[in-house]
């Protein structure tokens, strides 16, 4: 994985880009409000060893209900590394693609 860059990107809080992030913001036209936005609303899933920062249809409907329009950012996926660096970022509706990491526990073995 390539490190964390240096700097954060303009507006984003406190959350640090890979380079590979950068990137593929510039590339995809991706604000780092846009980010922002998915960091602080976003439903959070853990898979893959990331944490995936999603703003799907349903976040839109329930903010919007208070008065909150995410409308910019649907459909947007940031990931986040362990450490908590932004891996990547992409623009894709289909949530079925994220394969949810099988927990650990004393009920894991049950059929």
């Not at 995809?28 to 853990?46: E, M």
């Not at 590394?81 to 891996?87: H, Q, S, T």
Request: with cysteine; glycine share 8%.
């Amino acid at each position: 994985m390539q490190s964390p860059s240096s700097l954060c990107a303009p507006g984003l809080r406190s959350a640090q880009l890979t380079a590979h992030a950068a990137v593929r913001m510039r590339q995809r036209g991706i604000s780092s409000r846009a980010i922002d936005t998915a960091l602080a609303y976003g439903r959070h899933i853990r898979a893959k060893g990331v944490t995936y920062c999603v703003v799907g249809h349903k976040e839109v409907q329930r903010y919007a209900a208070m008065g909150i329009n995410l409308s910019e950012a649907e459909g947007l996926q940031v990931l986040l590394a362990p450490d908590g660096a932004i891996v990547t970022v992409y623009r894709s509706r289909d949530l079925h693609t994220i394969k949810l990491t099988p927990r650990r526990g004393r009920f894991s073995n049950r059929h």
